[in-house]
């Protein structure tokens, strides 16, 4: 029953190479979108939430847009400290509160 | 002025011990979780306490068991500990619940 599933699992980038990652979702009615970003031996720290269909947010070198099946978060431009686990949740429809998380993006940025 | 703190912030222990893991917010959430991220890196939710009133209780073992002392503090105790249970166990809260998660550094547990 897999709701949430990120792709790619991993991604290598050159410093300045712009990518996108992927998250679709198969929840009824979203009620969050939610992104993090985790670095090894740490907890995952909030980007964005995001709510309905064509909603964008931005931080720095990040941009995350969402669409009614899939979220995408944009890297532009990305430096080396962009390295880290990008986690995608979304809001559990039954459960106020309860995030389900896919399985994670592991981006690598190399100088 | 860590927000979600935990401790300790590694455990190894052996199979069949008794231990328990410690958490504190000071961001006057009213929202407290614990997840567990298995080896495969999912995150998955256990509990929810809200104002000290368990919320959410997933399938999990009756040897784990949360204690919500007050608001800022979520405990996680496990009795008879097995191989299985060896995961990072992370502490979150929020300002309600659908809000933004803030999470501790996680707990790496290891049964041995």
């Known amino acids: 029953e897999d709701q949430v599933t990120q792709s790619p699992e991993a991604l290598r980038l050159q410093e300045g190479e712009s990518s996108s990652l992927n998250c679709s979702y198969t929840?009824?009615?979203?009620?969050?979108l939610f992104w993090y970003r985790q670095d090894p031996g740490k907890g995952p720290e909030f980007l964005f939430t995001l709510y309905s269909a064509g909603e964008e947010k931005e931080k720095e070198r990040l941009k995350a847009t969402l669409t009614k099946k899939e979220s995408f978060l944009h890297i532009t431009a990305p430096k080396p400290e962009d390295s880290a686990t990008y986690l995608c949740?979304?809001?559990?429809?039954?459960?106020?509160?309860?995030?389900?998380f896919g399985a994670g993006t592991q981006v690598v940025v190399t100088p | 002025d860590t927000a979600v703190s935990q401790t300790p912030k590694y455990l190894v222990t052996q199979m069949g011990n008794d231990k328990s893991i410690k958490c504190e917010q000071n961001?006057?959430?009213?929202?407290m979780y614990w997840y567990k991220q298995d080896s495969k890196k999912f995150l998955k939710i256990m509990f929810s306490?809200?104002?000290?009133?368990?919320?959410i209780n997933e399938t999990v073992p009756n040897r784990f068991s949360p204690k919500s002392p007050d608001k800022a503090h979520l405990n996680l105790h496990i009795n008879s500990l097995e191989l299985g249970d060896s995961a990072v166990y992370f502490c979150?809260?929020?300002?309600?619940?659908?809000?933004?998660?803030?999470f501790g550094n996680g707990t790496r547990l290891t049964v041995t």
């Open positions: 306490y809200n104002n000290k009133e368990l919320i």
């Open positions: 929840v009824s009615g979203l009620r969050g």
């Open positions: 961001l006057g959430h009213d929202t």
């Open positions: 949740a979304v809001q559990d429809p039954d459960s106020w509160g309860k995030l389900q």
């Open positions: 979150a809260s929020s300002r309600e619940g659908g809000s933004p998660l803030h």
